[in-house]
């Protein structure tokens, strides 16, 4: 059972990261390229983007869950190298669902903020790829 829980962790951040892609650099180009019109690849690509959210605050609960041990007094190993990483992904994913995505959807100042949620999302990419990378360096 300590094998299993050992390896969670690295599940957890492969989750995270690997949503991240396929949604970022597949699925919602794949969107924009293949449906008729632009407005619903939008809108689907939205969607997306909000479940994606949901996938990383989900895989980020779990690795702060998994990041100490019951009853011990020091955090993972691997804990204590990705923790700023983990932190930094989650608000990276809640400021782009609740700052920026609303007032892209909403077509306001489009150019600013497209660039700033591309932003956001790529932060989250690196920071869910340093905490994969610290999960599987145990």
Not at 56 to 62: E, P, V
Not at 111 to 132: E, K, P
Request: glycine letters at 6%.
């Amino acid at each position: 059972m300590d094998a299993l829980r050992d390896r969670l962790p690295a599940l957890a951040a492969a989750l995270w990261w690997g949503s991240l892609s396929a949604i970022g650099f597949v699925a919602v180009p794949l969107l924009f390229r293949h449906l008729a019109s632009p407005a619903a690849a939008g809108q689907m690509a939205a969607q997306l983007f909000e479940a994606q959210t949901y996938i990383s605050i989900a895989c980020c609960a779990c690795l702060f869950l998994l990041s100490k041990r019951k009853h011990s007094e020091k955090e993972e190993p691997w804990a204590q190298a990705a923790m700023v990483f983990l932190i930094g992904g989650l608000l990276a994913a809640l400021l782009l669902q609740y700052g920026a995505a609303p007032r892209i959807v909403a077509r306001q100042n489009l150019a600013l903020w497209h660039g700033v949620g591309s932003v956001l999302y790529a932060a989250q990419w690196l920071c869910a790829l340093a905490v994969l990378w610290r999960t599987v360096r145990q």
